[in-house]
T-cell receptor, first 113, second 112 residues
Framework: EAQVTQNPRYLITVTGKKLTVTCSQN?????MSWYRQDPGLGLRQIYY???????DKGDVPEGYKVSRKEKRNFPLILESPSPNQTSLYFC????????????FGNGTRLTVT | LAKTTQPISMDSYEGQEVNITCSHN???????ITWYQQFPSQGPRFIIQ???TKVTNEVASLFIPADRKSSTLSLPRVSLSDTAVYYC?????????????FGKGTSLLVTP
């Protein structure tokens, strides 16, 4: 089954404790991206990657890092999480032609205390 | 970059047709318009995509006028299960990369 898998689904952590949210897709997609979703703000893009070893900032990249060492994986790294990063995070992928539909994961709800 | 604007919320009764309009005044020549649906605790999923005029699939229709500065998602005869948030997306391939401009979404509530 074609899918985007995020882990974990829920995560509670404390300020300053490094964490990684994993994202994996099995569709051989070139494009992968991360979003955060907050009430009243919709979906905002954090980072995206057009292919292996190629990453770019989205609208809200501050406080986040990503890497794309393999085509299927695109982890989101919070080196020093802060409470304002409490949010619902989604990973998505699509083929190189971005007019193709985005496939989203089921989300990771992160709480930073 | 094409910024999108949608109504924040809409209400409808079961069986009615619902039309949600998205404004994208700065849409570029090569940009496509895509709509997504999101249920609580799930990622958005693709509904329909178009470039101009009208597109129809088994779920919805998409109307795009000649100037392409807006688009309207039409859901025929909605049911309770159509209660969701609907996002309009314009993909812009600018010099700075592939910016994906999601609107803030329209929360549709369908009641009996």
């Amino acid at each position: 089954e074609a899918q985007v898998t995020q882990n974990p689904r829920y995560l509670i952590t404390v300020t300053g404790k490094k964490l990684t949210v994993t994202c994996s897709q099995n569709m051989n997609h070139e494009y992968m991206s991360w979003y955060r979703q907050d009430p009243g703000l919709g979906l905002r893009q954090i980072y995206y990657s057009m292919n292996v070893e190629v990453t770019d900032k989205g609208d809200v990249p501050e406080g986040y890092k990503v890497s794309r060492k393999e085509k299927r994986n695109f982890p989101l790294i919070l080196e020093s999480p802060s409470p304002n990063q409490t949010s619902l995070y989604f990973c998505a992928s699509s083929s190189r032609d971005l007019n193709s539909p985005l496939h989203f994961g089921n989300g990771t709800r992160l709480t930073v205390t | 970059l094409a910024k999108t604007t949608q109504p924040i919320s809409m209400d409808s009764y079961e069986g009615q047709e619902v039309n949600i309009t998205c404004s994208h005044n700065n849409i570029a020549t090569n940009d496509y318009i895509t709509w997504y649906q999101q249920f609580p605790s799930q990622g958005p999923r693709f509904i329909i995509q178009g470039y101009k005029t009208k597109v129809t699939n088994e779920v919805a229709s998409l109307f795009i006028p000649a100037d392409r500065k807006s688009s309207t998602l039409s859901l025929p005869r909605v049911s309770l299960s159509d209660t969701a948030v609907y996002y309009c997306l314009v993909v812009s391939n600018s010099n700075s990369g592939y910016a994906l401009n999601f609107g803030k979404g329209t929360s549709l509530l369908v009641t009996p």
